[in-house]
C-alpha cells in the first residue's frame, strides 16, 4: 500500500525566506511523486512531478523538489518566498498501471503555507 | 487548450436528494478520476474511468457511482445525500496508460462545491 506524510500542517515563513515543506512517502514499487498547490477556491494545479527521470525536478514559480529514494522523502523547496506564495500545497504520490493504482493519487493531507510580510 | 471544466461549480442539496456532477476533461485525454475533499478527510478517491469502464475505485459507498461516455465526459452522482458529503469534489484527467511508463501529467478542475443542508 501507498501512503504519504506531510510534516507541518502549517509552516509559516518570511517573504524572502526559505519555504521548504516536507513530504515522505511510503510505496513498495517505484513512485510517481507529484506536488500540487491549492489557492483559496480553486482546484489543485500542478507544481512539479517525478517520473524516475532526474532526482532533483524544477516546477513552476520557482520551486523545485529532490527525490530521495534512502529516505523516501520528496521535500518541496523554493529559495525566496513571496506573498503570492500563500497556499495549501499537496503532496501526492501513484505508481501506476505496475501496481494496479493506475491513475489514482494518494494524497497527503496537505500543508498551509502562510507568508508574512 | 481547454482544461478540466466541471460543473455546476457551486450547488446546495437538502439531505436526502441526490447530485450529479459533470466533469469534461482535457481533449484527447481518456481518463477521469473523482475525488472528495474534506475539511477532516482531505482529499480521497473516489473513482476511476477510461474509456468509459471503471478501472480503480476507492473506498466510499455504494451511494457514490459514476460513469463515462464515448466522448470521455463523466458524471458522478451522489444519492440519499447525507450532511456529510459537504465537500470539494474535484475531477481529474490525463491522456491515459499508464502514468508512469507515460510521464503523462494529471490535471485537476476547479471542483463542484456541494453542501448539503
Known amino acids: 500500500a501507498q501512503s504519504v506524510t506531510q510534516l507541518g500542517s502549517h509552516v509559516s515563513v518570511s517573504e524572502g525566506a526559505l519555504v521548504l515543506l516536507r513530504c515522505n512517502y511510503s510505496?513498495?514499487?517505484?513512485?510517481?511523486l507529484f506536488w500540487y498547490v491549492q489557492y483559496p477556491n480553486q482546484g489543485l494545479q500542478l507544481l512539479l512531478k517525478?517520473?524516475?527521470?532526474?532526482?532533483l525536478v524544477k516546477g513552476i514559480n520557482g520551486f523545485e523538489a529532490e527525490f530521495k529514494k534512502s529516505e523516501t522523502s520528496f521535500h518541496l523547496t523554493k529559495p525566496s518566498a513571496h506573498m503570492s506564495d500563500a497556499a495549501e500545497y499537496f503532496c501526492a504520490v501513484t505508481s501506476g498501471v505496475g501496481s494496479g493504482n493506475t491513475g489514482k493519487l494518494i494524497f497527503g493531507q496537505g500543508t498551509t503555507l502562510q507568508v508574512k510580510p | 487548450k481547454a482544461g478540466v471544466t466541471q460543473t455546476p461549480r457551486y450547488l446546495i442539496k437538502t439531505r436526502g436528494q441526490q447530485v450529479t456532477l459533470s466533469c469534461s476533461p482535457i481533449s484527447g485525454h481518456r481518463s477521469v478520476s473523482w475525488y472528495q475533499q474534506t475539511p477532516g478527510q482531505g482529499l480521497q478517491f473516489l473513482f476511476e474511468y477510461f474509456s468509459e469502464t471503471q478501472r480503480n475505485k476507492g473506498n466510499f459507498p455504494g451511494r457514490f457511482s459514476g460513469r463515462q461516455f464515448s466522448n470521455s465526459r463523466s458524471e458522478m452522482n451522489v444519492s440519499t445525500l447525507e450532511l456529510g458529503d459537504s465537500a470539494l469534489y474535484l475531477c481529474a484527467s490525463y491522456p491515459g496508460g499508464d502514468p508512469v511508463l507515460s510521464g503523462n501529467t494529471i490535471y485537476f478542475g476547479e471542483g463542484s462545491w456541494l453542501t448539503v443542508v
Open positions: 510505496s513498495s514499487v517505484p513512485p510517481y
Open positions: 517525478y517520473t524516475s527521470a532526474a532526482t
